[in-house]
């Protein structure tokens, strides 16, 4: 380990005073340019050796001129240092996962799983899978003999060979035509061509990989996303990971925990009681529990997500946290299987907590935005992300001192260990979002983000952008973006308001579940009544607004071109982003059937009237507001034809508008130079409606 990686202390020093020279130079004015934006490493999946010394992790740089990013391996030592790059070459390479004897390095790159001997000074990392389909998320078996990797293979072939073989058949076919008997046969922007995930282990030292979970069924489940949904027994002896066998898929979300042994056999289900999603199934180390999140009602993804703990010994499942009012998204057992460590969205931010494992409150240990959990195998080392809305991720570490009640001495003892974008960030004038909270429909607090623009001035007015989140259960948080970053719009000289009305995950379930139903209604008025409470503030003009937004955002910017009538105020610039226009329409191309189907009650002949009233494709009589259309033709989600009818409807009522179509895109627009094309369009839109005054407009 030692040769693989000097500690120097002069690099760090180096690096303080490059930082140091580059503030005493002037930098920290200069504003944030969507050029700039692509050049900021992405860091993540941090992975804690098991004794606590090294963290390797992951970086990915955007490559502007390839229309790609890279990903590659990168390590350092937890007390500091200078970080190495493990891996290069025109491949990426991501997932590293240590051996539970931290002597190896698993990662993926070219498709499949390679090893790296830690204590190697150099020498080639050894190939371990070579399977057809190709290898992905290692995880290793606590005894190191095993590694289980998922790969997407067509189920009726009982080898690789026959894999190979159909794949090969299908890419030297001149006929491209897709035939499917079932639903949820496309997923966000690929086709399944009839193929089904499985789960495979094979052994750490290479050879042929077993097919773990074998027929006609997705293991894991391909769908509600969360943490990896499988995981080895401490004995490695047992396997147990999430599937949905319900025969409509499209319908259910109705995912299970199974057990196997990991020799093989018929699965056993050990949560066969909920009809809602269970997933994220993790044994506890002493090999009594096995931990999943859990979502009670059927056909509701955005449930509550619970902490469950299944009793090996009785069989039994109980909740562990009954009293939060929020999801659990990640979490990870203490070593002595006494403690729970998660993550928790609350506000806007992701605190992490700790709860005994067997009951109790929970209790803050991590405040601000943080995800990656990782503990060393004595518990005394946590190593995590964390970033915010004026931050990129980077990775931190402390020490925990006692688990019960606090990590260490609180946020003093937390380090910040990576420093990958501190220089180049200097340079940039950037500020933290403001907290701002208003009064909604129903004399409901809402809150948001307000973010003023580059060299504030208090005595002038600004041109104010309003940013609409998707989901719609999700939420604007306090952490680092790329694809909707405030940074950028109020480095142009905009106001930037970011509202979290009803639907917005992290204020509690029933704040979510007051938007199914009422996409429009509710949510509307708590938009409507922000923007005028950040008018009320006194340096936004309100003859200069504008709105942009995504997904459910790009439907909400849809639905208030058909009712921009507010007296307050109106806005006058639109862009609409894979935006819903025709829910009907929208039903019968969309994939996840059982998301439209809970929020309009069913499906638009059996509920037509919930349909007709939220969709905005009935309002385009009012419609009068400029409006830019963004859409890509890879968006399974929401397809690319609610962004034709959009523009078309538009053009027939002569308002100004605009189509921005990626051909090789879907729901999010990722490539670098596509990234930059975006940024550029939505700005000159915005700025061509919302930089001038009322009297040039007049005029």
């Known amino acids: ?38 050049k900021v490493r992405r860091v993540g999946d941090p992975q804690l050796s098991p004794d606590g010394g090294w963290v390797a992790y992951s970086i990915t740089d955007p490559d502007k001129a390839a229309n790609r990013s890279r990903t590659q391996i990168y390590l350092i030592a937890t007390g500091g240092g200078e970080p190495k790059q493990l891996t290069s070459g025109a491949s990426s390479a991501s997932s590293p996962r240590w051996s539970p004897d931290g002597k190896r390095l698993a990662f993926v790159t070219g498709g499949q799983i390679h090893a790296m001997d830690m204590n190697a000074g150099s020498g ?15 995880v290793w078996s606590p005894d190191g003999k095993m590694i289980a990797f998922v790969s997407d293979i067509y189920p009726e072939c009982d080898d690789d060979a026959c894999n190979q073989k159909r794949d090969a058949a299908m890419e030297e076919s001149k006929v491209k035509a897709k035939t499917v008997d079932r639903l949820l046969y496309r997923h966000w922007n690929t086709w399944k061509d009839g193929k089904r995930t499985h789960i495979f282990v094979v052994s750490s030292e290479g050879g042929t990989a077993r097919d773990l979970t074998p027929g006609d069924f997705d293991a894991p489940s391909f769908s509600l996303g969360g943490p990896t949904d499988y995981a080895f027994s401490p004995d490695s002896k047992e396997f147990a990971f999430a599937r949905n066998t319900d025969k409509v898929k499209a319908t259910s979300t109705n995912n299970d925990i199974f057990i196997v042994p990991v020799t093989g056999g018929e699965p056993q289900r050990i949560t066969g009681n909920n009809m809602g999603s269970d997933q994220s199934p993790r044994y506890s180390p002493d090999g009594r529990y096995i931990a999943y999140r859990s979502q009670q009602r059927a056909g509701f993804e ?3 997500w619970r902490l469950m703990l299944y009793d090996r010994q009785t069989k039994q499942s109980r909740e562990l946290l009954p009293k939060l009012d929020a999801y659990v998204d990640s979490f990870t057992f203490s070593p002595d299987s006494k403690h729970i460590y998660f993550t928790s969205g609350e506000r806007g931010r992701l605190p992490a ?31 995590f992300t964390r970033s915010s809305s004026a931050m990129p991720t980077e990775i931190f570490v402390t020490r925990i001192a006692d688990p019960r009640t606090r990590i260490a001495q609180g946020e003093s003892a937390v ?3 990576t420093h990958t974008n501190d220089a180049f960030m200097s340079q940039f004038k950037l500020q933290p979002g403001q907290e701002v909270t208003w009064e909604g429909a129903g004399s409901t607090k809402v809150s948001g983000w307000l973010f003023k623009p580059i060299n504030f001035d208090a005595n002038k007015k600004y041109p104010l952008a309003v940013l609409i989140h998707g989901g719609p259960q999700g939420a604007w948080n306090d952490n680092w973006g790329y694809r909707w970053n405030p940074q950028i719009y109020a480095s142009q000289g905009y106001a930037v308001f970011l509202p979290n009305p009803r639907g917005s995950t992290g204020f509690g379930q029933q704040f979510i579940d007051d938007i199914s139903g009422d996409w429009a209604g509710k949510v509307y008025i708590d938009i409507m009544n922000g923007v005028a409470h950040v008018i009320g503030m006194g340096f936004v003009d309100k003859e ?40 009907t329409s929208m039903y019968g191309v969309t994939e996840e059937l059982w998301f439209t189907e809970w929020e309009f009650k069913g499906t638009p002949w059996d509920n037509p009237e919930m349909y007709a009233r939220w969709s905005p494709h009935l309002h385009v009589k009012n419609f009068k507001t400029p409006t830019l259309v963004i859409h890509g033709e890879l968006d399974y989600r929401v397809p690319v034809g609610e962004g034709f009818q959009l523009f078309t409807a538009l053009q027939k009522q002569g308002v100004p508008s605009k189509l ?11 490539k670098p130079q596509n990234s930059e094309l975006w940024y550029n369009t939505v700005l000159g839109w915005l700025d061509t409606h919302l930089k001038i005054t009322n009297s040039q407009r007049a005029g």
């Open 544 to 583: 200069r607004i504008g709105a942009a937004g995504g997904s459910y955002g790009g439907y909400m910017v849809n639905w208030i071109a058909g009712h921009n009538t507010d007296p307050r105020f109106q806005f006058r610039a639109l862009v609409s982003h894979a935006g819903v226009f025709n829910l």
């Open 353 to 383: 907590y700790v709860v005994p494992v067997e009951g109790g409150d929970s209790v803050k240990v991590l405040q601000g935005f943080n995800d990656d959990l990782n503990l060393s195998a004595d518990g005394k080392t946590m190593a």
């Open 415 to 417: 380090r910040q260990l």
């Open 660 to 670: 921005l179509y990626f051909p090789d895109e879907g729901h999010w627009i990722l």
């Open 1 to 38: 380990m030692k040769r693989l990686i000097a500690r120097t202390s002069l690099a760090l020093v180096l690096v303080s005073l490059a930082v140091s020279a580059a503030v005493a130079q002037g930098a920290g004015q200069q504003p944030l340019t969507i050029n700039d934006l692509l």
């Open 302 to 304: 955005s449930d509550r």
């Open 124 to 138: 080639e990392p050894k190939k371990i899978t070579s399977i057809s389909t190709g290898a992905s998320d290692p």
